[in-house]
């Protein structure tokens, strides 16, 4: 089970997951999680990909595109309790693993 973090900050649906946590989302992943229709639905997802020690995080928008993280998402990554919690479940990872792997078969 995966543990997301969800902040709603200026109307904008921030999900936070920690990458390092067994499941290290790629591009489809964070379609299918971000849809509002058919997963979980969120404006800007947040990824965990550092240490302890050595903080960093990876920022997606909802079509999966990877981009530089912004002065909002540094905001949102200083509040500490989640407007909500969700718990995803091992069946919805397997779905995403699938995504991901169904867009690599789909590049290579």
Known sequence: MLVVRNYIVDDQEYMVLD???GFMP?????????????????????V????????SFVA?????????????????????????EIHITDCFIRRLKAADHTDIAAVG
Request: glycine share 10%; charged share 25%.
């Open 19 to 21: 990458g390092t946590a």
């Open 26 to 46: 790629g591009s489809e992943a964070v379609r299918l999680l971000t849809n509002r229709r058919i997963g979980v639905g969120a404006d800007r997802v947040l």
């Open 48 to 55: 965990f990909t550092g240490t302890d020690s050595v903080p």
């Open 60 to 84: 997606y928008t909802p079509e999966g595109e990877q981009q530089e993280l912004t002065a909002a998402d540094y905001r949102v990554l200083s509040y500490t309790k989640p407007d909500y």
